[in-house]
Nanobody, 113 residues
Framework: QVQLVESGGGLVQPGGSLRLSCAAS????????MAWYRQTPGKQRELVAT???????DYADSVKGRFTISRDNAKKTVYLQMNSLKPEDTAVYYC???????WGQGTQVTVSS
């Protein structure tokens, strides 16, 4: 069964950092484009960052300069390093395989003092 399993969420103070991980079980992971999305109650899921199979990255304007997406193909894992966190970054963060449409279960990130 194809799975994406996120981890690394939690409670952090404004200005703090977190690193999210998304472990994939699918073969040929290196061939897939991967992404992180986030969602808050009552709002649509928002694209945060993408990373192509080539390693090319792209970011939402709201997180540029603060978040970094990366991947380790040997570990079949994609990461989201989040720095200078703000209360408005509070959301459930989801990992997504852009080629297959597979979603992870989500991990909660709460930024609050």
């Amino acid at each position: 069964q194809v799975q994406l399993v996120e981890s690394g969420g939690g409670l952090v103070q404004p200005g703090g950092s977190l690193r999210l991980s998304c472990a994939a079980s699918r073969s040929f992971f290196s061939a897939y484009a991967m992404a992180w999305y986030r969602q808050t109650p009552g709002k649509q899921r928002e694209l945060v960052a993408t990373i192509a199979s080539s390693g090319t990255t792209d970011y939402a304007d709201s997180v540029k300069g603060r978040f970094t997406i990366s991947r380790d193909n040997a570990k079949k894992t994609v990461y989201l390093q989040m720095n200078s966190l703000k209360p408005e970054d509070t959301a459930v963060y989801y990992c997504n395989n852009q080629n297959t449409g597979t979603w992870g279960q989500g991990t909660q990130v709460t930024v609050s003092s």
